[in-house]
């Protein structure tokens, strides 16, 4: 078993690879205007430190009951938040009166071409240092939400090593992914219950992140909340990794053994780490 | 600042480094009647584990007492577990008991110059990192206990990085190290409060690693149970790594302002995660 610790990586969750790929797209002209993007938690994270490292302007817009911990971790990157009320208003609009305001171009968090390209860098990064190891890997396991990741990981692994399959994890309720690759057309899971993965609650796969998906003969695991939570508690207490539930996913269909992985050599994305205090205490003590 | 992150390597702690070069200087007759250590912790997985790796029989002298999760750590790793009541009997008279019986080799955990150079390997590591990132390192701050550690970076910063100087971090009521250097000769401390540096014990240095760091220049600082706690609380929530308190003393130091580091170029070594959930959970708390 390989693992990519993407918890280690700036912001603490892969997010910032692809937002930092689809800013350096801009044209210097498009910088000026700056960008803008709508989420709660990673992608902010990725986009707000991408954007500081290039020297432009990113507007946040982020639910006002987003926990404290994520808007000062993306304030302290020098984005400029604006806050929503998620019961009332739609962020996707607000998001769009802001660009159509001041010229700023909206970050997808998943469904775009550069945020994709950005993610699949792990592919790259994945095959070469599994040659390095002389491992031929059969199965990627990987947390996926709207599939940004896996399709990433999917597209650079086509090139690099094509005998491996890459294998979406999705919680229970939210495997869209799963649903959509066995119905062989976009299919959104219910996303009503709720999930301890609050990174993976998208309910349903992107457009482009599907047809790679499907196109390149991935398939997909749904995890249960307690899976989840055994997978956070394994990585803290044998690994030593501090990954949030989202980010466990692929590690917790291991360790639930939603696929048989006898005698094959797989990797494991480890695809976030920035989990609240109280959620850690609560998977740890599951555990002891 | 640089990490250098023990947590991830082997057995959890940078133990296993000094255990296992001193296994393999066992000449061939040697290895045949096994070794045999004291611990209760880091230093009784290192063994156990370079011991199963190199097919030799390794005895651990724990206490009756010790936290099940170590037992059973150093069970797994297939050594042979000698329990003893630590208010009643002496580890050593018993190690050295089974040492005379069976032949076997007893392998201290700091104050032998195979076990120094062990752990020295970190040095070398650090030295040639750093000069891969083009960095001139003016402290390296270390956890202390009986010296094995700090003496073996010191000796091989020596040679490969001379402008470099070691900071020796331990717990307050068992800062030895810091008091021998102050008075340039062996003193223990009083080493009778509580700590929740459980791997930091160690009341005096040893006779050989005190040697070293004096003639190396070394100094020391010492922390208290709430800088370490907090240092717990930065490395899980912000470095998304798991530490041990003991562990996490160097990085206390430094966020507790122990040394003025202004402009300076340090390297930390974080040198266990091997800590017990309801330790983890308590000094997430803290910070929370």
Redesign the interface.
């Known amino acids: 078993v390989l693992l990519k610790v993407e918890?280690?990586q700036r912001t603490?969750s892969f997010k910032f690879r692809g937002a930092y790929n689809r800013l350096v797209q801009l044209a210097p002209d498009e910088r000026k205007h700056g960008v803008v993007a709508f989420s709660s938690g990673n992608h902010a994270q990725g986009v707000a430190c991408a954007a500081s490292l290039l020297g432009i302007h990113a507007t946040i817009v982020m639910p006002s009951d987003a926990p404290r911990v994520k808007r000062e971790s993306t304030h302290a990157y020098g984005a400029e938040i604006v806050e929503y009320d998620r019961r009332k208003e739609n962020r996707e609009a607000i998001a769009a009166g802001i660009a159509e305001k001041s010229g700023a171009i909206v970050v997808p968090s998943f469904d775009d071409r550069h945020v994709i390209a950005g993610q699949g860098t792990i592919g790259l990064e994945l095959a070469a240092q599994a040659e390095a190891l002389n491992c031929a890997v059969d199965f990627v396991l990987t947390p996926c939400s709207g599939g940004g990741l896996s399709s990433g990981i999917a597209l650079a692994l086509r090139g690099k090593s094509p005998g491996t399959q890459v294998i979406t994890v999705e919680p229970e309720g939210y495997d869209g992914a799963r649903l959509s690759l066995l119905n062989g057309e976009r299919t959104a899971a219910e996303g009503t219950c709720t999930t301890i993965a609050d990174a993976l609650t998208s309910p349903a796969p992107g457009v482009l992140t599907f047809g790679i998906l499907q196109a390149l003969g991935a398939r997909g695991v749904a995890v249960s909340d307690d899976d989840l939570a055994q997978a956070v508690?394994f990585a803290?207490?044998k690994l030593?990794?501090?990954?949030e539930p989202g980010g466990a996913a692929a590690l917790a269909a291991l360790l639930a053994r939603k696929l048989d992985v006898t005698g094959r050599t797989i990797a494991i994305v480890l695809s976030g780490?920035n989990?609240d205090?109280?959620t850690?205490?609560r998977c740890?003590?599951i555990?002891?």
């Open positions: 918890t280690l603490g508690a803290a207490l030593k990794l501090v990954v780490g989990i205090p109280d850690l205490k740890v003590d555990a002891a």
